[in-house]
C-alpha cells in the first residue's frame, strides 16, 4: 500500500528525512498504521524512534517544502515523474491512500488516469486498474483535526476497511474505509 500525502513539512520530513515525522499529522498517522498493523513501535516524532512500517510505504506529491505549505499545481506537475516512478517500482502494488485532494489528483495524474472518472471524497474508494484500488481519506493535518473535518474515528475507518480489502486482520473494530504506505518496508 502506498500512502500519498501532501509535501515534506517543513518541521516534519523536510527536517528529520522521514515523510510526517516531527510534525502533528505524524502522530494521527504513525499511529494508526500502527493499530491496523501497517507498522509496529513507538512513534516519537523521530527519524530512529523505530518505527518500522509493514505492507506500507509513505510519499508525498510535491518533493520540495512549498511556500504557505501549499503547492502550485507547477510543484505538483513538476513533482509528477517522481510519483510515477515510486508507483511503477512498486510491482506488488495493491492500494493507495491518497490524503487530500492535491494527492489524491496527483495520483490519478501520475497514472495517466482522467481526473473527471474518480471525484475525490473521504472514504472513497475508486478502482483504477486491476490490481490497484485507490482510496480517499481527508489530510490528516492538524488544521482539519482541530476543525473536525476529519476525527479519529473517520481516519481510522479508512484504515479499518482498507486493511479488510488487503487482508490484513485490523487490530481495531471494523468501522469503515481504506489506507496505503511508508518509505521503508515493504510493497504491498
Known sequence: MLIVGLAPGLRGANRTGRPFT?????????????????????YDARLDDGVVLHRARI???VRCVPPQNKPTPG??????????????????L????????????????ALGLPRGRFSFAHG?????TDRIL?????????LN???????????ESVFSSLARLLGQPPEAPAI?????????????
Open 124 to 128: 472513497g474508494l475508486h478502482r483504477l
Open 145 to 155: 483535526t482541530n476543525t473536525g473535518r476529519l476525527t479519529v474515528a473517520m481516519f
Open 22 to 42: 516531527g510534525d502533528y499529522a505524524g502522530g494521527l498517522l504513525y499511529e494508526t498504521l500502527r493499530k491496523f498493523g501497517f507498522a509496529e513501535g513507538d
Open 176 to 188: 469503515g474505509r481504506i489506507a496505503a504506505t511508508g518509505e521503508t518496508g515493504s510493497h504491498t
Open 59 to 61: 510519499t508525498n506529491a
Open 94 to 109: 495493491r492500494a493507495i491512500l491518497a490524503l487530500g485532494t492535491v494527492a489524491h489528483q496527483a495520483v490519478l495524474d
Open 75 to 92: 510543484e505538483v506537475a513538476n513533482c509528477r515523474r517522481f510519483l510515477a516512478a515510486e508507483i511503477a517500482q512498486m510491482p506488488q
Open 134 to 142: 485507490l482510496a480517499d481519506s481527508y489530510h490528516c493535518s492538524r
